[in-house]
């Protein structure tokens, strides 16, 4: 089954700039989708297909995918960009492969 | 509005069961799967399975097999979760999305417990 890896938490200082990575093998093959998740909110996807931002998102989230390594990257962070991150892939044998996700802390 | 509502918080004991809803609107029901995925406290998301609205077949992802399934009602744009012989560390929220790749829209989610 195809498996995909986030680090376990990013920390980064209010205004600068993060990076979440989601290591997979041939990931660069893959369209890489990311996912926000606020506590007691519903998740929002931020980011398909490698780095296209849907309709309200901010143009600080953008993404790349190359390798076995794709990167969320977070421009000018904000305190409410402190959530839970997870990348997400389609895969022909395991269907919807989820990352273990990333807390990130501003 | 394009929107995914889902029912509201349920309790039950060890044993039972549950179904829960999703009720779409603001958009052409029919032309995305719906995908059902959990959230258990201090864990990640995991993805559940799908329904193809068209056909109503579900696919289950492993560990949801058996115990879980998906249906559907088509007359009111709603997919449902029934749940049999609840277990304690079924106890999460659980979140039905829109679309595999990605799933776009998501539900503000059900919260379920399981306890004595």
């Known amino acids: 089954s195809y498996e995909l890896s986030q680090p376990v938490s990013v920390s980064v200082a209010l205004g600068e700039t993060a990076k979440i990575s989601c290591g997979g093998n041939r990931i660069g093959s893959k369209n890489v989708h990311w996912i926000q998740h606020k506590p007691g909110q519903a998740p929002v996807l931020v980011l398909y297909k490698d780095f296209n931002r849907p309709s309200g998102i901010p143009d600080r989230f953008s993404g790349s995918n190359s390798g076995n390594t794709a990167i969320l990257t977070i421009s000018r962070a904000q305190a409410g960009d402190e959530a839970d991150y997870f990348c997400q892939v389609w895969d022909s044998s395991s269907y919807v492969v989820l990352g273990g996700g990333t807390k990130l802390t501003v | 509005q394009v929107q995914l509502v889902q029912s509201g918080p349920e309790l039950r004991k060890p044993g039972a069961s549950v179904k829960i809803s999703c009720t779409a609107s603001?958009?052409?029901?029919?032309?995305?799967?719906i995908n059902w995925m959990r959230r258990v406290p201090g864990q990640g998301l995991e993805w559940m399975g799908w329904i193809n609205i068209h056909d109503a077949k579900a696919t289950y992802a492993q560990g949801f097999t058996g115990r879980f399934v998906f249906s559907l009602d088509t007359s009111n744009n709603t997919t449902y979760l029934h749940i049999t012989g609840l277990k304690a560390d079924d106890s999460g929220v659980y979140y039905c999305a829109r679309g595999l790749n990605p799933a776009d829209l998501w539900g503000q989610g059900t919260l379920i417990t399981v306890s004595s």
């Open positions: 603001g958009y052409t029901f029919s032309s995305q799967t």
